[in-house]
């Protein structure tokens, strides 16, 4: 029950692209398709904006996209928004019902 | 409006315990697995425990297994976290969330718990 990798802080000017990698083990995210993405604001609840990998709840702009190759799940966000600057977290499915979240990641816009 | 709503955070002594409850509303509770995830200060998330919509089966983080032990009471929609021998360590926000097949996706705001002498 490692955390997944994450980058510490990542950063990109308005109407750029930016992308979150979350690298895991073949034990959670190289298995399974249930990865998700959290934002989160300083002092607030976690908000989900990716889930399976590459779906989007409703009200999550289009902007937001998610991916995985092997081991590694990524969020991409285009065309960034000075309402973007937050914590983003993965989370993946570990088996057993069992979940292993990354360290997070520090967007500045 | 599908919420939940924590509560039973505070001050405890090192070695002591506590209770955490998370009331939820606007769906059928006992449909769902729900879910304990912490934050310490200026730390990321973690991932507490899991328990089945009937309450027959409950995970944890290996960490946590011995100490910590979630319920919880679908007659009245309410999760709970009993933690026990307390270290500084566990000092964070704990949040309760709804599990939707296998991801997270309705939260609670927090609660505070503080281990300190």
């Known amino acids: 029950q490692s955390a997944l990798t994450q980058p510490r802080s990542v950063s990109g000017s308005p109407g750029q692209s930016v992308t979150i990698s979350c690298t895991g083990t073949?034990?959670?995210?190289?298995?399974?398709?249930?990865v998700s993405w959290f934002q989160q604001y300083p002092g607030k609840a976690p908000k989900l904006m990716i889930y399976?990998?590459?779906k989007r709840p409703s009200g999550v702009p289009d902007r937001f996209s998610g991916s995985k190759s092997g081991n590694t799940a990524s969020l991409t966000i285009s065309g960034l928004q000075a309402e973007d600057e937050a914590d983003y977290y993965c989370?993946?499915?570990?088996?057993?019902?069992?979940?292993?979240f990354g360290g997070g990641t520090k967007l500045t816009v | 409006e599908v919420q939940m709503v924590e509560s039973g955070g505070g001050l405890v002594q090192p070695g002591g315990s506590l209770r955490l409850s998370c009331a939820a509303s606007?769906?059928?509770?006992?449909?769902?697995?729900v879910t304990w995830v912490r934050q310490a200060p200026g730390k990321g998330l973690e991932w507490v425990a899991n328990?089945?919509?009937?309450?027959?089966?409950?995970y944890y983080v290996d960490s946590m297994k011995g100490r910590f032990a979630i319920s919880r009471d679908n007659a009245q929609n309410l999760l709970f976290l009993q933690m026990n021998s307390l270290r500084a360590e566990d000092t964070a926000v704990y949040y309760c969330?709804?599990?939707?097949?296998?991801?997270?996706?309705?939260w609670g705001k927090g609660t505070t718990v503080i281990v300190s002498s």
């Open positions: 073949s034990s959670d995210v190289g298995t399974y398709d249930y």
């Open positions: 989370c993946s499915f570990a088996g057993s019902h069992t979940y292993v």
């Open positions: 399976d990998v590459t």
């Open positions: 606007g769906f059928s509770f006992s449909n769902y697995w």
């Open positions: 328990i089945k919509r009937d309450g027959s089966e409950k």
């Open positions: 969330a709804r599990v939707d097949w296998a991801h997270m996706d309705v």
